[in-house]
């Protein structure tokens, strides 16, 4: 019997709305699997079925769970963004609140 495919999970920082500040932290189903600064893109296999993904900025916490098919390209960008009204801080001071979002990209086939 054949194995199936495995899948594989794609995570991006190069949002133009991204802050360019602190790092993110980023695990795979309870794995840490990497500390993206702004434009770091992490690329790991992963078998097919259910995952969870957790990304934080220290200050916000995100909790994504998906469905990896066996051959899918699994995508999401990492967003770490200051609101309204905090940009100014950020640009006078150099510190603000930063928000923090993982928005799932359009997936494709690893298999061509």
């Known amino acids: 019997m054949a194995s199936s495919p495995t ?10 709305r991204d802050a360019k ?3 993110v932290y980023v695990s795979l189903d ?3 699997i990497a ?4 434009g770091d893109t992490v690329t790991r296999p992963l ?8 990304v934080n900025n220290t200050l ?17 960008s990492v967003v770490n963004y200051s609101g309204r009204g905090f940009a100014l801080l950020l640009t006078m001071f150099g510190v603000s ?11 494709s086939s690893l298999i061509s």
């Open 7 to 16: 899948a594989r999970l794609t995570i991006a920082r190069m949002s133009d």
């Open 21 to 23: 500040q602190r790092q």
């Open 30 to 32: 309870g794995e840490q």
């Open 35 to 38: 500390y993206m600064m702004f």
């Open 47 to 54: 078998p097919p079925g259910p995952h969870t993904l957790k």
């Open 60 to 76: 916000v916490w995100k909790t994504v769970h998906f469905d990896a098919q066996p051959g899918e390209d699994v995508r999401y």
């Open 97 to 107: 609140m930063l928000f923090l979002s993982v928005e799932r990209e359009s997936s």
